[in-house]
């Protein structure tokens, strides 16, 4: 598996704001999607915002207008800017990419939203 680096989690009060990043850090070919899942307490993994190589963008419903996901192709590395944050978006957030026989998924990094 190809190993990736991530990081800008932390805590946050409500309305405010983190970025997160996401490195590929190793060799891979032909990056296709590279999105942000997250997972809370008792939940399952959901995804949060993916997008193509081409740019095109999905979000989950809880999220759109406040989160926008971005990738830097030239660096291999895939942003999540988080805005607005809620308690609800309390979970350890996960980056995923997907390339020419590989699906790797990051450690994982907290984002604590208190309530």
């Known amino acids: 598996q190809v190993p990736l680096v991530e990081s800008g989690g932390g805590s946050v009060q409500a309305g405010g704001s983190l970025r997160l990043s996401c490195t590929v850090s190793?060799?891979?070919?032909?990056?296709?999607?590279m999105g942000w899942y997250r997972q809370a307490p008792g939940k399952q993994r959901e995804l949060v915002a993916i997008?193509?190589?081409?740019?095109?963008?999905d979000y989950t419903d809880a999220v759109k207008g406040r989160f926008t996901i971005s990738r830097d192709n030239a660096e291999n590395r895939v942003y999540l800017q988080m805005n607005s944050l809620k308690p609800e978006d309390t979970a350890m957030y996960y980056c995923?990419?997907?390339?020419?026989?590989?699906?790797?998924w990051g450690q994982g990094i907290q984002v604590t939203v208190p309530s």
């Open positions: 995923n990419v997907k390339a020419f026989n590989v699906d790797t």
């Open positions: 190793g060799r891979i070919f032909r990056i296709n999607t």
């Open positions: 997008i193509t190589s081409e740019g095109t963008t």
